[in-house]
């Protein structure tokens, strides 16, 4: 079945680069995601990638998939104190073509040291 | 403002007690669905429903009902809640080919 799998938590100084890491299990997946949810709010979109794509920059967003590998990750430069949050990966897996049945990671949670 | 609102934000209850979530979406999406969030476990889907009177089991279903009699609204009901169904439960929304749309989640205690 599908699965998506990420790591618990990561934590780094302010100014640095994040990576977060995200694999999943499903290698047709159509579109694949990250959510944001911050302390006490529900998640919002960040941002997404098609399968067809290896890289998605958004500003200080970039977005790499190794569909090889089936490895997804988020890299956030210049990582602020306000990116601390839960980021959460998320796929629709093969046959799905709507968020109907998103699949979610169990979340990583960011925390950014001043 | 498009937004999905949830209601109560939060909820202590005893074992037993039938409670209703509500969920109130103004985008006019036809896809609704509740999910629960717990530590280490992520989101979990507790049903969905992809339009009026479309309703369907998610991963996590049992001791959960809905309804969808209106396009806007998916109330979430707990017939007879039991202490396991303690959690963080949220609301989300979306056209059929969208963004997921979330409430801001109900927090929720059963004593």
């Known amino acids: 079945g599908e699965d998506v799998e990420q790591s618990l938590f990561l934590s780094v100084r302010e100014g640095d680069s994040s990576v977060i890491n995200c694999t999943y299990t499903?290698?047709?997946?159509?579109?694949l995601y990250w959510y944001k949810q911050e302390p006490g709010a529900g998640l919002q979109l960040l941002t997404y990638?098609?399968?067809?794509?290896d890289m998605k920059q958004d500003q200080r967003l970039t977005v790499l998939l190794n569909k090889k590998d089936k490895h997804l990750s988020l890299r956030i430069a210049d990582t602020q104190t306000g990116d601390s949050a839960i980021y959460f990966c998320?796929?629709?897996?093969?046959?799905?073509?709507?968020?109907?049945?998103?699949?979610f990671g169990s979340g990583t949670r960011l925390l950014v040291r001043p | 403002e498009a937004q999905v609102t949830q209601n109560p934000r939060y909820l202590i209850t005893v074992t037993g007690k039938k409670l209703t979530v509500t969920c109130s979406q103004n985008?006019?999406?036809?896809?609704m669905s509740w999910y629960r969030q717990d530590p280490g476990l992520g989101l979990r889907q507790i049903y969905y429903?992809?339009?009026?009177?479309?309703?369907d089991k998610g991963d996590v279903p049992e001791g959960y009902k809905v309804s969808r009699k209106e396009k806007r609204n998916f109330p979430l009901i707990l017939e007879s809640p039991s202490p396991n169904q303690t959690s963080l439960y949220f609301c989300?929304?979306?056209?059929?080919?969208?963004?997921?749309?979330f409430g801001e989640g109900s927090r929720l205690t059963v004593l």
């Open positions: 499903d290698s047709s997946s159509t579109y």
């Open positions: 429903s992809m339009n009026v009177e479309v309703t």
């Open positions: 985008m006019n999406h036809e896809y």
């Open positions: 989300a929304s979306s056209s059929l080919r969208g963004e997921l749309f």
């Open positions: 998320a796929e629709i897996p093969a046959g799905m073509d709507s968020s109907y049945k998103l699949i």
């Open positions: 990638i098609f399968s067809n794509m």
